[in-house]
């Protein structure tokens, strides 16, 4: 059976918050809303975009939240076509990426973007063939919902027993166990490792460069 690395994105591999935060600030303004701090906007990062303001406005209708889903992706869409969408890749990366590669491990993506930013992301990095399943919000619930994982451990001839998730964020960790994969958190994301372990991750990589070494200990 396959061995399959199942990575989140924003947060995990890129640090994109300044992007999230200035587009969700952007929504907001056009309701004539109050936006959130963005301490609360980094922690709805992962979600999918309805529920991640569902959280954010739950005292307003489903409505409201599919209105402003809809002026968040306007707004990111802008911020990218005048080539102020930032994202990079966490120092690291792109090295524990190839050493998984290198040991035989199949990559994947479980993420709350879009097939859009998700594709436009991963080129930008020049990482898009080192993955063999890419998961996002446009074709499966929102996190922490398993059906992600559960799609890409078909696409990639895995098994749950055989499927780390690796992600920064609580809801990461509750997907993972929810499939019945091992759960890898990340402590330079934008949840605390302490809620991570809550969540029930089974181990915490506090860089990238750890990450081989804790896959090693699900084979």
């Not at 200035?22 to 529920?51: K, N, T, Y």
């Not at 074709?139 to 696409?155: F, L, V, W």
């Amino acid at each position: 059976m396959n061995r399959l690395a199942l990575f989140d994105c924003d947060g995990t591999l890129v640090d994109s918050q300044a992007n999230i935060c200035v587009a969700m600030e952007h929504c907001f303004d056009q309701a004539r809303l109050i936006p959130p701090d963005r301490a609360a906007i980094r922690r709805i990062v992962g979600l999918s975009l309805p529920q991640a303001l569902a959280e954010l406005l739950p005292d307003a209708d489903a409505a409201l939240h599919h209105a402003l889903a809809d002026d968040y992706k306007r707004a990111f869409h802008a911020l990218r076509g005048k080539g102020l969408v930032d994202e990079p890749l966490f120092e690291g990366i792109a090295e524990a990426i190839e050493a998984l590669d290198a040991d035989g491990w199949l990559l994947g993506v479980a993420t709350g973007k879009s097939d859009r930013g998700l594709a436009l992301c991963l080129e930008h990095h020049g990482l898009k063939h080192r993955f063999v399943t890419l998961q996002t919000a446009d074709r499966h619930p929102s996190k922490p919902h398993p059906a992600m994982i559960e799609a890409a451990i078909a696409e990639a001839g895995a098994s749950p027993e055989t499927t780390v998730m690796i992600g920064d964020t609580s809801f990461d960790m509750l997907m993972g166990r929810a499939a019945e994969a091992h759960a890898l958190g990340v402590a330079w994301g934008y949840h605390a490792p302490e809620e991570l372990s809550v969540a029930g991750a089974h181990r915490i990589a506090h860089e990238p460069a750890a990450i081989p070494m804790h896959l090693k200990e699900f084979a």
